[in-house]
Nanobody
Framework: QVQLAELGGGWVQPGGSLRISCAAS????????VGWFRRTPGKEQEFVAV???????YYAESVKGRFTISRDSAKNTVHLQMNSLKPEDTAVYYC????????????????????WGQGTQVTVSS
């Protein structure tokens, strides 16, 4: 099972940008689907984006056009570039890995993922 660790969270002003990363160990990230979810207090985890395989990405409507997910196979890392950040993007962000055979429609569900990172806080405020 792959071990995941999120890096790069922090504080940013509205309209700003931040990149968070998901570093993997114990398994290559080239095969699994790697997704990002987020959670705010009192709410369930929300799907953000997923890289099903290199070059095949899906996004939640709330972040489409602002967030970009990408893979760096050489570093076994998946990045989430977040631009035009809004206060409602404030959350703990988690990366997770799902089997590469997972159908696309199932990748927005947390139950499809079998490895999770510990989460990183992203705060958007002035």
């Amino acid at each position: 099972q792959v071990q995941l660790a999120e890096l790069g969270g922090g504080w940013v002003q509205p309209g700003g940008s931040l990149r968070i990363s998901c570093a993997a160990s114990g398994h290559t990230l080239s095969t699994p689907a790697v997704g990002w979810f987020r959670r705010t207090p009192g709410k369930e985890q929300e799907f953000v984006a997923v890289s099903r395989r290199p070059g095949v990405n899906y996004y939640a409507e709330s972040v489409k056009g602002r967030f970009t997910i990408s893979r760096d196979s050489a570093k076994n890392t998946v990045h989430l570039q977040m631009n035009s950040l809004k206060p409602e993007d404030t959350a703990v962000y988690y990366c997770a890995a799902a089997p590469g055979s997972t159908i696309a429609g199932a990748l927005k569900w947390t139950q499809s993922y079998d490895s999770w990172g510990q989460g990183t806080q992203v705060t958007v405020s002035s």
